[in-house]
């Protein structure tokens, strides 16, 4: 089975070469990726103005060719769009990425609408990098992609308890994402939270750990985590530790006196890893492991 994607360019804007390339490693793969007329028409950082970016948005989940809508990129951006995208009329057709894009999964869910926390399009460069770990990486990510696009889950990834029993287990819906991004829209119609029994996953990239301690508070205090059963950390690419300060002790800081669960060890999030998931998907934890649904 073939997939054809919508791409959008709801955040920051790309390198039309790197988009070129990306593309080019994908169909050598037999997927295509459909670009509008004007993908992006570059205002400041951006992929272009708001106005822009939905129409590219609104006309890519119109196309009755394609399979699912997918953002090139993250960046920043999103937030500006998600208030003034017309959810209610939107087909049922899945958003994939992550990052910035987090915002709009989470809206995804908000309105019973299909979305994916997996790699974005541009990173499809990677299937043709120099180095064999990161290019076998990226293969084993795309293909669990498209598998799951095509109603086949990732297998269980075992899981490293921080403040919880090997015998714990809980069921619920998987959500989260970008950290950063999520305490950024805490306070705003747009917040975060967590359904009860959620399963939380959470990553960044690039932040020291001060601003980690400060997000993860900004969300904890709005009340996003108070439903969840449980945090599941992807990981943190280059943020810069404090001392001998680990994350899991950071973030148990913060999570063990609310009784939440924390793991660590997902492959899921900026590093050379991404694994994809289904955001809104019922998901178990049994055993020390993350078991998916498709």
């Given at each position: 089975?073939?997939?054809?994607?919508?791409?959008?360019?709801?955040?920051?804007?790309?390198?039309?070469?790197?988009?070129?390339?990306?593309?080019?490693?994908?169909?050598?793969?037999?997927?295509?990726?459909?670009?509008?007329?004007?993908?992006?028409?570059?205002?400041?950082?951006?992929?272009?103005d708001v106005e822009h970016r939905l129409r590219v948005?609104?006309?890519?989940?119109?196309?009755?060719?394609?399979?699912?809508?997918?953002?090139?990129?993250?960046?920043?951006?999103?937030?500006?769009?998600?208030?003034?995208?017309?959810?209610?009329?939107?087909?049922?057709?899945?958003?994939?990425?992550?990052?910035?894009?987090?915002?709009?999964?989470?809206?995804?869910?908000?309105?019973?609408?299909?979305?994916?926390?997996?790699?974005?399009?541009?990173?499809?460069?990677?299937?043709?990098?120099?180095?064999?770990?990161?290019?076998?990486?990226?293969?084993?990510?795309?293909?669990?992609?498209?598998?799951?696009?095509?109603?086949?889950?990732?297998?269980?990834?075992?899981?490293?308890?921080?403040?919880?029993?090997?015998?714990?287990?809980?069921?619920?819906?998987?959500?989260?994402?970008?950290?950063?991004?999520?305490?950024?829209?805490?306070?705003?119609?747009?917040?975060?939270?967590?359904?009860?029994?959620?399963?939380?996953?959470?990553?960044?990239?690039?932040?020291p750990y001060y601003r980690l301690e400060r997000d993860?508070?900004?969300?904890?205090?709005?009340?996003?985590?108070?439903?969840?059963?449980?945090?599941?950390?992807?990981?943190?690419?280059?943020?810069?530790?404090?001392?001998?300060?680990?994350?899991?002790?950071?973030?148990?800081?913060?999570?063990?006196?609310?009784?939440?669960a924390l793991f660590q060890g997902l492959p899921v999030?900026?590093?050379?890893?991404?694994?994809?998931?289904?955001?809104?998907?019922?998901?178990?934890?049994?055993?020390?492991?993350?078991?998916?649904?498709?």
């Open positions: 089975m073939s997939l054809v994607f919508s791409l959008i360019a709801p955040a920051s804007y790309t390198a039309p070469e790197t988009l070129d390339r990306a593309a080019a490693a994908l169909r050598a793969l037999g997927v295509e990726v459909r670009f509008p007329a004007l993908l992006q028409s570059q205002t400041r950082y951006l992929a272009g948005l609104h006309e890519a989940y119109a196309d009755p060719e394609t399979d699912a809508v997918w953002a090139v990129r993250g960046g920043y951006g999103c937030a500006h769009l998600a208030g003034q995208i017309d959810w209610g009329n939107l087909p049922s057709k899945p958003l994939i990425g992550y990052s910035d894009v987090t915002v709009l999964l989470n809206q995804c869910y908000r309105h019973a609408l299909p979305a994916v926390h997996g790699p974005v399009m541009k990173e499809a460069v990677k299937l043709e990098d120099e180095g064999e770990p990161p290019r076998a990486a990226a293969t084993r990510d795309f293909a669990a992609l498209f598998a799951l696009l095509q109603g086949t889950p990732c297998e269980s990834i075992p899981l490293d308890a921080v403040t919880s029993h090997q015998d714990f287990a809980c069921e619920g819906p998987l959500v989260g994402g970008n950290l950063a991004v999520l305490a950024s829209i805490a306070g705003t119609e747009l917040a975060f939270r967590a359904p009860p029994g959620a399963i939380v996953i959470l990553e960044d990239v690039g932040e993860l508070w900004q969300l904890v205090a709005s009340g996003a985590l108070d439903d969840a059963a449980a945090v599941c950390l992807g990981t943190f690419e280059g943020c810069q530790p404090y001392a001998d300060l680990t994350l899991a002790t950071l973030f148990q800081t913060w999570l063990a006196p609310r009784g939440l999030g900026h590093g050379r890893d991404n694994l994809p998931w289904r955001f809104g998907a019922t998901a178990r934890i049994q055993d020390a492991r993350l078991h998916f649904s498709a």
